[in-house]
């Protein structure tokens, strides 16, 4: 089944950020791909978000104007149900909602050919319930890329209960191919493995904020220059080994008590959604944004990203 992924009718559902990077990388690995939406609007968005991203991929000598071109002539667009009648493959990317995406799957599982791969690039909704929607669930596994998925480089691929190991291979194959490093999640547990990770910090730097220990800009300072930095080079088992497992064991002997352990979420951003605060999207977050300013604000982040990839890959060589 591998041997011939390129040979496959590749569709990405959902139009929103991660869709509109998702069909940049299949494109930018010579695969045809098309984006379905089913609103109009969303396409000619994504359409406007994906030249924002090739336009950094070209300043930054990472792609050439004309392979640019060429990648954009492989993508298509549609909000025509009737494409995933052909397709081969699926990368469902809709809102992180398991009744919606219980409604998604009923539907386009029974669409699709009986052969077809099907995914959801849900961020740690169970794949093991989101598959009691799926016709032919053996078929169907999790692919959690992260934002920016252009040019981040971790897949998890998650099994559920029913996927088939043969449906985890291909996907793993197909990380690969589109030049991503995948990692199997063995159990399909809620926020996979990076998320975990990545919300215990967040619980922890949201917690220091809202009791005054330190402000925004000083938690994410901290974080850029020392955790970023170790953990951009080496994982949390090699930081500790090198600096000493006892040392580490002493001070988690005092210091995990009094972490913050909120079971309910984080009160600081339940107060920011309530009050509309919902980040780029909205031009405010926990900053706050000039709207006219934003596409110049995903430039420079991609611009980072690009550059800390790059800095990284030279470490492998």
């Known amino acids: 089944m591998t041997a011939n992924l390129h040979d496959m009718s590749m569709v990405i559902a959902g139009g929103g950020t991660m869709g509109t990077s998702l069909v940049q990388i299949f494109s930018q690995n010579h695969f045809q791909v098309l984006l379905y ?99 032919h669930p053996e078929r169907f596994c999790g692919m959690h890329w992260f934002n920016p998925p252009h040019i981040l480089q971790l897949v998890e691929v998650t099994k559920g209960a029913l996927s088939s190991d043969e449906t985890a291979g291909t996907v793993m194959e197909l990380a690969r191919q589109l030049g991503k490093k995948p990692v199997k999640v063995q159990k399909d547990i809620p926020g996979f493995l990076a998320n975990r990770l990545q919300y215990a910090l967040l619980r922890e730097a949201a917690h220091l904020v809202e009791t005054g220990a330190a402000t925004l800009e000083e938690v994410d300072l901290a974080c850029s220059l020392v955790i970023g930095m170790r953990y951009a080079c080496f994982g949390p088992f090699r930081v500790t080994d090198m600096g000493g497992v006892d040392i580490f064991n002493s001070v988690s002997d005092y210091l995990f008590a009094d972490l913050c352990d909120d079971k309910d979420g984080s009160a600081y951003m339940h107060r920011l959604v309530a009050e509309g605060r919902l980040g780029l999207k909205t031009g405010a977050g926990f900053y706050t944004y000039d709207k006219d300013k934003i596409p110049e604000l995903i430039r420079e982040r991609d611009t980072r990203y690009i550059k800390m990839v790059q800095c990284m890959d030279s470490f492998e060589q």
């Open 37 to 135: 939406s089913r609103r109009e609007s969303t396409l000619q968005k994504a359409k406007e978000t994906i030249q924002i991203s090739q336009q950094a991929l070209v300043d930054q000598h990472v792609l050439s104007k004309e392979d640019s071109d060429a990648l954009m002539r492989r993508i298509q667009f549609t909000n025509d149900k009737s494409c995933f009648s052909g397709a081969g493959f699926v990368l469902e990317n809709i809102s992180e909602d398991m009744p919606a995406k219980h409604v998604f799957w009923e539907e386009v599982s029974r669409l699709v050919p009986e052969d077809a791969i099907l995914c959801t690039n849900t961020s740690g909704l169970s794949i093991t319930e989101m598959a009691k929607a799926v016709y």
